[in-house]
């Protein structure tokens, strides 16, 4: 069964930093795409960054360039999210979500993934 399990949230005031996990199992990292959404009360679900299945193309948004970076870990099968310099605009629940078929990660739309984790809420306040 193909499962992804995000982990790492919290309430943090601005400026501070998280570390987000996305944990995988039931599927190796070296044949899908991973890539980090977030939605914040009322709003629609926005990418923020993936990263290719083969490790070696990261994308970002621009609203987040310099300030959250992508990685992973197969020997872990976790992908992780650096979040720092955070800001209030940063509330939001994160997912991460996989995607086998295409031939590149995307951030630009979330209907490519077909597979998603539960989520996990960042809350930045001060």
């Known amino acids: 069964q193909l499962q992804l399990v995000e982990s790492g949230g919290g309430m943090v005031q601005p400026g501070g930093s998280l570390r987000l996990s996305c944990t995988v199992s039931g599927f190796s990292l070296d044949y899908y795409h991973i890539g980090w959404f977030r939605q914040a009360p009322g709003k629609e679900r926005e990418g923020v960054s993936c990263i290719s299945r083969s490790g070696g193309v990261t994308t970002y948004a621009d609203s987040v360039k310099g300030r959250f970076t992508i990685s992973r870990d197969i020997t872990k099968n976790t992908i992780y999210l650096q979040i720092d310099s955070l800001k209030p605009e940063d509330t939001a629940v994160y997912y991460c979500?996989?995607?086998?078929?295409?031939?590149?990660?995307?951030?630009?739309?979330?209907?490519?993934?077909?597979?998603w984790g539960q989520g996990t809420q960042v809350t930045v306040s001060s």
């Open positions: 979500a996989a995607d086998r078929f295409f031939d590149r990660c995307t951030i630009l739309t979330d209907k490519r993934y077909a597979y």
